[in-house]
């Protein structure tokens, strides 16, 4: 548990200990006055024994006795009062919050290959006076603000630092350490906390790294390259700055060298993130449903947006999907955040009828700007009910709609083709309710064999091609997802990871985000599609894995076919054995 002082964290065994050794103090000095009182009070008594109790020593010594014990009462009164008072926790948080301090430190790493460093991590350190020794740059935050809003001030120090414009500048943020330390210069016990952040140069034109290493080799340099274990073998940076020496240590395999060169770049990158588990449905087909998934607290959500904004000039769109991400109403806080760093246009939120009815007024204003809502082809049939099990999605989806069309700025409409069996006449019928919708985009999506709907199950006899054929001739632009359209267009490749990526409720990234699901009975880690977990890793670090890198390029060879379904079909994701044949009918 942690307790909040505005917006700095203070660990709860860090202030109590601090609490407690406060009021421990402070009772032992009144007990003892206590005490005191007590002794001296029959002291005086014991000489008194023998005197005439009317001699004016005994009148003085009577009077200094009632004082005593006035004054021991009142010390008794204030010591109860002192151990269950309030107003010393207040104080006790206000000095906390005084002595409290946040430091984002900035790991600027490289692993030289030179007869002098021998291939060691290299750290960029700077002199610091006070200390005496080196230490890590690092720039006091303030502690009334989070760190989302003073991500701008760190890349402007460091760029300035480094020397380098500030668009070339990527901070990845690696994780937070709070620590209660004893400062030496101020005789103080203090609570800091540190935010460490991996520097990355990403536009090397601008400094190449030759000219960074020269740059810090110089001898006139106030910075310059050390190793960890140099920086251990100085006693001052032993004894100022041992905690964080640790925490580095602790970091190492999360840590990347500064240089982007020969660095895999994905650019106009979608990213879908399915945030939540909870959704107001339980459909029969679910893609994305695994019981066994836990989902992140709202702090880690935010750590992985963070990784994620890190590489915001490389994104083209967050698309918030699930579960429903509106069926859990701290995702507003994360999808705010979002919509703030990239700007509201780039962020889609794939939801449910169920999900907007949890939406006030204004809500719907801020979150239904781009809104991605699904319509099912429903069979007219009596009594006949979709591969979905239910047509309850269906119809809460289009009372909506029919009620509150304008409450949706941008419409997309997704049709996923579940049943290909439906007839003409119910198609029709259905793209004509699709039209009075007004949607800004249409996507027919292929029925996907993962969550609930089992490759084993799949439908014989799958073949969507009449469907798209009476969507095509009564719309402009219809999309296909990349499932149906690599089929349709044999010259398309898949494109997870150069142009897509997903990530679940657990901060597991997938080079597809289906291909988070594809097998519920096998360990995260063992699907092939897995590239690794937001909170262990950093977004940057997760995209330049070689794993990573083998997917993106095995893509260029799988001309007309889903790598999810040739990994279903034969066990190789790129060995093109999707089983889909499209029969075109007239
Ligand atoms: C995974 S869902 C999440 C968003 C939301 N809960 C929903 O269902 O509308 C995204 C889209 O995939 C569709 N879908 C779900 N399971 C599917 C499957 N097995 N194959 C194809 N589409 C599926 C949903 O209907 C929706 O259009
Ligand atoms: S398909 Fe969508 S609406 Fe249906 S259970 Fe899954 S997440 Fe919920
Ligand atoms: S694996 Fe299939 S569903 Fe995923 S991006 Fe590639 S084509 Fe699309």
């Given amino acids: 548990m942690k307790l909040m002082f505005e917006k700095f964290l203070l660990d709860k065994d860090d202030f109590e200990r601090l609490y407690s050794q406060n009021v421990k103090n402070a009772a032992t000095r009144y007990i003892a006055s206590l005490l005191l009182g007590i002794v001296s009070t029959f002291w005086i008594s014991f000489f ?14 009577m009077t200094l006795m009632s004082a005593l014990a006035l004054v021991t009462l009142g010390l008794l009164i204030f010591s109860v009062k002192t151990y269950f008072s309030k107003s010393l926790l207040k104080k006790m948080q206000s000095e906390a919050q005084n002595n409290s301090e946040w430091n984002v430190i900035f790991i600027v790493s490289s692993t030289w290959r030179t007869r002098n460093h021998g291939g060691l991590k290299q750290f960029l350190v700077e002199f610091n006076k006070a200390w005496q020794c080196d230490f890590l740059p690092h720039l006091p935050l303030d502690k009334n603000k989070t760190y989302e809003e003073q991500i701008g001030a760190s890349e402007l120090y460091i760029a300035s630092l480094l020397n380098v414009p500030i668009t070339s500048v990527q901070l990845n943020f690696i994780c937070e350490r709070t ?4 400062h030496i210069h101020d005789g103080k016990e203090k609570v800091i906390k540190y935010s460490f952040v991996n520097v990355i140069i990403v536009d090397q034109s601008s400094y190449t790294l030759k000219q960074m290493r020269k740059h810090f080799e110089s001898k006139k340099s106030r910075r310059y390259w050390r190793t960890i274990e140099k920086l251990h073998e100085d006693i001052n940076t032993v004894t100022n700055n041992f905690d964080v020496l640790k925490y580095i240590d602790e970091l190492r395999g999360q840590i990347r060298d500064f240089s982007s060169e020969e660095r895999f770049e994905v650019s106009n ?17 679910c893609a994305t449903h695994d019981d066994k998934r836990e989902e992140l607290s709202l702090e880690a959500k935010k750590a992985v947006l963070l990784s994620i904004l890190v590489k915001r000039a490389n994104i083209n769109e967050i698309d918030f999907s699930g579960g429903d991400p509106l069926c859990c109403a701290e995702n507003k806080a994360i999808i705010d955040i979002a919509q703030d760093f990239l700007g509201e246009d780039k962020v889609t939120i ?13 809500e719907k204003e801020k979150y239904l700007i781009n809104c991605e809502l699904t319509f099912d082809i429903p069979p007219m049939a009596e009594g006949k009910e979709n591969l979905r099990g239910s047509l309850e999605y269906y119809e809460t989806n289009k009372e909506f709609i029919e009620l509150d069309r304008d409450k949706i700025q941008d419409l997309q ?4 083709i579940l049943d290909t069996g439906i007839v003409e006449p119910e198609i029709r019928d259905f793209i ?7 949607p800004s985009r249409i996507t027919l999506i ?12 799949y439908p014989k006899n799958y073949n969507p091609a009449k469907i798209i054929q009476l969507f095509q001739d009564s719309f402009d632009d219809i999309y296909l997802n990349c499932a149906l359209r690599v089929k349709y267009n044999t010259n398309e490749v898949c494109t997870m990871l150069r142009e ?14 289906w291909a988070g699901y594809i097998c519920e009975d096998v360990d995260i880690g063992n699907n092939p599609f897995y590239l690794g977990n937001l909170i262990h890793q950093s977004f940057d670090e997760i995209l330049n894995t070689d794993k990573a890198r083998r997917i993106s390029k095995g893509c260029d060879n799988t001309r007309g076919d889903c790598p999810i379904f040739s990994y279903l079909a034969s066990g190789d994701m790129f060995n093109n054995s999707d089983p889909l044949v499209i029969k075109h009918q007239n």
């Fill in 48 to 61: 008194l024994t023998d005197m005439d109790t009317s001699s004016s020593g005994v009148v003085a010594a």
């Fill in 179 to 182: 620590n209660v330390k004893f």
């Fill in 269 to 285: 990158l979608k990213i879908i993130w399915n945030i939540t588990k909870k959704c107001g449905y339980t459909c029969n087909i």
């Fill in 350 to 362: 794939t939801t449910t009828a169920k999900g907007i009815a949890n939406l006030s007024a204004e």
């Fill in 413 to 416: 409409v997704n049709v996923p």
């Fill in 432 to 438: 004509e309710r699709i039209k009075k919708m007004a």
């Fill in 446 to 457: 292929r029925l996907m064999p993962v969550g609930k709907t089992k490759f084993e199950k």
């Fill in 500 to 513: 897509k990526i997903g990530i679940d409720c657990a901060g597991n990234v997938f080079a597809c985000g």
